[in-house]
């Protein structure tokens, strides 16, 4: 696909459809990177980096940033986010990239933010005059998956503060968002986009992955499990392999949070937290688990939070979907319908001649699978106990729990949350907001890519 | 009156309707649009009237008998229900015969109750649909070889499809004709290889035209079979295939174009007599593609002139333009005993008065997700 508008063809991801890719072409693309990165990144100080990450970031923020037009013109009809979701969740993913956020996360990720540029030690470590330098991987390439464009933006700069060559390949139709934040940082700073490279192609060409993975000293990859495990038995013995499988989130209201007076707050927080992508990211909520007896009801809850949903549709409203993802929420609705008309124990709010929010409560405590794009259960339950029962099945992809409960109780429930498997708990109306410091799946993000080096004096 | 009364009256006019078409006495397109509609809407109140279940659905809906004035307004129950609820006007001891959808391991079947009226119905419905596209060149009281790709009823009793090839075969099969499908151990259907052979070879060794009537996954199991002997035939001239939709994960499923082409190389059926029939266990008709060996370019699906097919936005509800994708629903006047309105989970194209069927939507994956089916 070509942009209407005169972006240079930096990027593979640039050449028109006619332009055919090859084997050939991605090893010598992948070779340039490293030499690129020789020559122009891998000595450039960290804090030079934090410094132009933090202000691209910045201009996307910028409603004139002429980068950010674009993809708010062109978004819609490429993404399937209105440009109100688009804007909203670009405006929120780079709130959070400062210098003072970036420089935090460097030192949770490496103890000490000058760690790859030089030789560091923390207190302990100069005790026994022992010091640490960190080295990133020459070539990272990332296979991305979905059409959120949040977690390839996150892959691209945690590689640029590694000062590593970046290979980022998009699921077919989902470049548009990298390939304008790849451009904004060409644009910023010429030599740092020459170590990066965007590519689209459809999944299955398995000689283009070989060629790109014999290249890379790490291979970042987000998607189905089965996919991961593929891509991790195709790798050469020397890449190391980073994969991020399926997530799914959820949100809990415990009675003593959800009062009279708060409940409208925290159905506009969850509202947010649905609206929020679409609903498309491992982040966002499938359901919302409310406890019993509290002021308000799990059904109450769950109209307000349909009024809220409907809201959102006025100012935020959901993309338009094809025909097959309407027909998955049409038949799930007249699914719910025919239960609603049977049981009390079952109701259901819908946005009214459309698809764009879907509200259904049940009694029923199981853990249910979303069809996303704003459709959301609301489920009523005893206690945390039936929850980490009713979710079992789930156990272990639970990526984010967004909690409302009062700090007396929070603590408890976040801690028997995290033993039993959930990797982050945020308040309601930030799920899809973690910080720069968020360690998805628990696990490091910067040092999970770096090897170390140890210096003993 | 009793409820079986008042349903045998409404039975007695859908007769007389579905004779008026099978026997040429034609009425012009707005006196039969005129009588259709009277039909759905006498069919509705009743419904409304006899099955609770269903009567919850329209009042949920504020739907009433007295509102409606067009049957594109009678509430069209979703196949779920059928898996949810009793969705069926027959009191407890009327409800004779069960029939079930295939289902899936994950999910309860569907449940379609019929007592001996609405089975006849039910055939009076399949008959001449079945030979006005399979057997458009077969004279009356002419009976044919037929090889039937399902178990026997007395195997399957809770299959439509296996009671609708029995009706065949009692109508127009020959002494030449069997059931070729068994039960797996697990109860799947599988295909007793032995029986689908002999019948081929016979109809190769007399040059008797076969009628090969099946679900797609046991036409894979035959085709795959010749393919395992390294066999072909080339079956007598006249010899036809009708095939019906749906693997549900039991074999190896084929792109249906594949099949087709499959069924031609091993068979030698040409494409011209091979016809898709679409049918559910929830419905009283069935939609054809085609009518065996006429000249007809296009492939699209027509069920009978006593049942319609809307295709349906799954946005707004409203009927969707020629050309255009949408869910199928279905009003089917044979439907008597449970609900004339159906809301099928297939996606279709609509096609003129017809469709061509694209398949199931996809419910439970999560764009981008693959975790599990809910």
């Known amino acids: ?10 990027f593979l991801a640039d050449l028109p459809p006619e332009a055919v890719l090859t084997p050939a072409i991605i090893t010598e693309a992948c070779r340039t990177l490293k030499q690129n990165r020789t020559r122009y990144l891998a000595d450039r100080p960290t804090a030079q980096l934090v410094r132009v990450i933090a202000r691209v970031s910045s201009n996307w923020r910028d409603p004139e940033f002429p980068f950010r037009k674009l993809a708010l013109d062109l978004g819609p009809a490429d993404t399937g986010f209105s440009r109100a979701t688009l804007a909203a969740g670009l405006d929120t993913f780079f709130a959070r990239i400062t210098e003072e956020n970036l420089n935090l996360l460097l030192e949770q990720e490496l103890g000490d933010a000058r760690r790859l540029d030089e030789f560091a030690s923390l207190p302990g470590e100069r005790l026994e005059k022992r ?12 296979i991305a998956a979905g059409n ?6 996150m892959s691209l700069i945690h ?43 459809p999944g299955g060409k398995l000689s283009f992955e070989e060629a790109l993975f014999a290249e890379a000293d790490s291979v970042m990859a987000t998607g189905a499990d089965n996919t991961l495990a593929a891509i991790g038995q195709r790798l050469p013995q020397h890449t190391r392999f980073h994969g991020h499988g399926h997530r799914v989130s959820f949100g809990y209201l415990s009675r003593d949070a959800l009062t009279h007076a708060h409940a409208r707050s925290l159905a506009q927080q969850a509202a947010r937290d649905v609206a929020a992508w679409d609903q498309q990211g491992c982040l966002s909520p499938h359901l919302f688990y409310v406890e019993k007896d509290g002021a308000v009801s799990a059904e109450k809850f769950a109209e307000i939070l349909a009024k809220e949903l409907e809201a959102h549709e006025q100012h935020t409203p959901r993309g338009s979907l094809d025909v097959a ?9 007249a699914f719910y319908d025919v239960r609603a008309a049977h049981s009390p124990e079952t109701r259901q709010w819908c946005s009214d001649g459309s698809t764009a929010w879907t509200v259904v409560y049940e009694a029923d405590a199981r853990f249910q699978i979303s069809c996303l794009n704003r459709f959301v259960f609301v489920k009523e339950i005893e206690s945390l106990d039936e929850v980490l029962r009713a979710a079992e099945i789930v156990r272990g992809q639970v990526s984010t729990v967004g909690l409302a409960a009062p700090p007396a109780t929070a603590k408890e429930i976040a801690r028997r949350l995290a033993r039993w498997g959930v990797t982050r708990i945020c308040p309601l109306g930030q799920m899809q907001d973690p910080p720069l410091t968020w360690r998805q799946d628990g696990r490091g993000t910067l040092s999970d890519l770096v090897t170390w080096t140890d210096w003993e004096d | 009156m009793t409820i079986l009364d008042l349903f045998s009256d409404y039975a ?14 034609l009425s012009s397109p707005l006196q039969n649009e005129t009588r259709f509609n009277e039909l759905a809407l006498d069919l509705f109140a009743l419904q409304f009237q006899h099955n609770a279940a269903y009567r919850r659905i329209c009042e949920a809906r504020n739907v009433r008998p007295a509102m409606v004035a067009h049957w594109t307004d009678i509430p069209a129950a979703p196949t779920a229900a059928f898996k949810e609820l009793d969705l069926t006007g027959l009191p407890p001891s009327e409800r004779t015969t069960l029939f079930h959808s295939s289902g899936t391991t994950q999910q309860p079947p569907s449940r379609h109750f019929h007592n001996a009226h609405s089975l006849a119905i039910y055939e009076e419905s399949l008959r001449p649909w079945f030979a006005a596209h399979l057997l458009p060149d077969v004279k009356a009281g002419e009976r044919v070889d037929l090889l039937l790709l399902t178990p026997p009823p007395t195997l399957a009793p809770n299959s439509s499809l296996a009671h609708m090839f029995e009706t065949v075969q009692r109508d127009v099969g020959s002494s030449h004709s069997h059931f070729a499908g068994r039960l797996d151990t697990d109860s799947t259907w599988v295909l007793d290889v032995d029986i689908a052979f002999d019948a081929i070879e016979n109809a190769v060794a007399q040059n008797r035209p076969l009628i090969i009537l099946g679900t797609a996954f046991l036409f894979v199991n035959l085709l795959d079979a010749l393919d395992g002997q390294a066999r072909r035939f080339t079956l007598p001239a006249g010899s036809r295939v009708m095939e ?61 002139p006593w049942a319609r097919s809307r295709i349906i936005s799954p946005e707004t509800g409203c009927e969707v333009n020629d050309g255009d994708t949408g869910l199928l629903q279905i009003f089917d006047l044979a439907n008597v005993s449970s609900v004339l309105a159906v809301q099928t989970e297939d996606l279709a194209i609509h096609r003129g008065d017809g469709f061509e069927l694209l398949g199931r939507a996809v419910l439970a994956e999560p764009r981008g997700c693959s975790l599990m089916t809910a």
Request: proline share 7%; with cysteine.
């Open chain 1, 1 to 10: 696909m070509s942009l209407p508008m005169n972006l240079p063809n930096y």
């Open chain 1, 131 to 142: 010091a640490s330098t960190a080295n990133g991987p020459a070539l990272i390439a990332h």
């Open chain 1, 148 to 153: 959120l464009p949040c977690p390839a933006l």
């Open chain 1, 159 to 201: 590689g640029i503060l590694l000062h590593s060559a970046q290979f980022l390949k998009c699921a077919s139709g989902a470049a548009l968002l990298p390939r304008l934040f790849a451009h904004s940082l060409y644009d910023a700073e010429p030599k740092l986009g020459a170590c990066l490279e965007i590519a689209e192609w």
């Open chain 1, 325 to 333: 993802s309407a027909a998955s929420i049409a038949t799930r609705r």
């Open chain 2, 12 to 25: 007695k006019r859908l007769r007389d309707f579905i004779r008026a078409h099978t026997h040429g006495v």
């Open chain 2, 244 to 304: 019906t939709g749906g693997y549900k994960g039991r074999t190896r499923a084929l792109p249906r174009d594949e099949l087709h082409a499959l069924i031609t190389t091993r068979l030698g059926v040409s494409p011209e007599g091979i016809v898709c029939e679409y049918g559910m266990s929830e419905l009283g008709s069935q939609a054809y593609d085609r009518v065996a060996f006429a000249p007809s370019a296009e492939r699209r699906l027509l069920f009978p």
